[in-house]
């Protein structure tokens, strides 16, 4: 049995690791809430654009154009295929970043001309470890996605696809679909497609009335299907960090379960060897009177 001072000085260190995993699940907790309403805050104004595309298309169901060319003469091996890999920056939190970068490997095993976009340090080490190469690593996104840095990524990958850099874009991220439950989603960011923006009838007023689109229809869809696909983006990073923080509650859970349970073991070992110590004392202190006499 281990010693009274040695029982006691890992009693102290477990309650320390405790300390923490309680603050880091509260933090969480608190980074959640935040994030959780953060992405709320924007719903209305992309749910509009969302609208005023499917308005679009509805009215002019000829129209083409560069965001909807789904590129029919180019083969399917010869296809450009970027992917933006979202991943946290930070452990402890469970299985979060490699459930992503499983799906990832997969990616890259079945693709020829892949190209890939990272997001969070996670990700980078694990490229780096493993000699992949990645176009571009978006640094300190993973740990506060806002719509300026949504904006960044989005800049980019539009940028590449207008150029026929890349045929197709995705965006690998995960979904928080309960709090006990985590999905690593794959979806389709580039070329959109008209049946994704169906007109509801539901939208059309009630009394007739014709809408223009200044300079043209083409003009806005340049100017604003950027912003849609900068909402989609913000959205996968805003679900990507809520579950990451809600792994990591999980695990700082699961920690400080554990710790408790560790304790609980340690103090009774504790008095067990306390009572054999003044035990042994008494036996002791007895036995030196009966030599005295």
Same mark, same amino acid.
């Given at each position: ?8 000085? @890992? ?6 690791? #405790? ?19 953060? !992405? ?22 000829? #129209? ?14 010869? @296809?450009?295929?970027?992917? +933006? ?15 992503? !970068? ?50 960044? +990524? ?7 696809? !207008? ?7 995705? +965006? ?9 439950? #985590? ?45 849609? +696909? ?17 792994? @990591? ?22 008095? @067990? ?21």
């Amino acid at each position: 049995m281990a010693g009274i001072k040695e029982i006691r000085t @890992r009693i102290k260190s477990v309650e320390q690791t #405790l300390k923490i995993t309680n603050a880091m699940y509260l933090i969480s907790s608190a980074n959640l809430r935040k994030a959780k309403g953060r !992405l709320d805050n924007t719903v209305p104004y992309f749910t509009k654009i969302f609208k005023t595309i499917a308005h679009i298309l509805h009215h002019s169901p000829e #129209l083409e154009h560069d965001f909807f060319d789904q590129r029919p003469d180019v083969e399917p091996q010869a @296809r450009k295929v970027g992917y +933006i890999v979202v991943t946290g920056d930070k452990g402890l939190a469970g299985a979060y970043s490699h459930n992503v !970068l499983k799906l990832a490997q997969q990616r890259i095993e079945e693709q020829n001309n892949l190209s890939l976009f990272l997001v969070g340090i996670v990700g980078r080490i694990y490229c780096q470890n493993r000699d992949i190469p990645f176009e571009e690593d978006f640094n300190y996104v993973a740990q506060n996605p806002t719509m300026r840095r949504a904006g960044e +990524i989005t800049d980019e990958v539009v940028a590449r696809f !207008l150029s026929r850099e890349l045929d197709e874009v995705y +965006i690998i991220y995960t979904e928080m679909v309960s709090a006990l439950r #985590l999905e690593v989603r794959e979806q389709k960011l580039l070329p959109l497609v008209r049946e994704d923006f169906p007109w509801d009838k539901e939208d059309e007023p009630e009394y007739r009335q014709e809408i223009r689109y200044i300079p043209s229809e083409e003009a806005v869809l340049d100017n604003i299907v950027p912003n849609y +696909i900068q909402g989609m983006i913000f959205g996968a990073l805003v679900e990507s960090y809520c579950s990451e923080q809600s792994a @990591r509650m999980t695990a700082m859970e699961s920690a400080s379960d554990n710790a408790k349970d560790m304790l609980k073991k340690l103090s009774l070992t504790y008095h @067990r060897a306390r009572q054999a110590a003044i035990t042994q004392e008494i036996t002791e202190v007895a036995g030196g009177a009966r030599n005295a006499r």
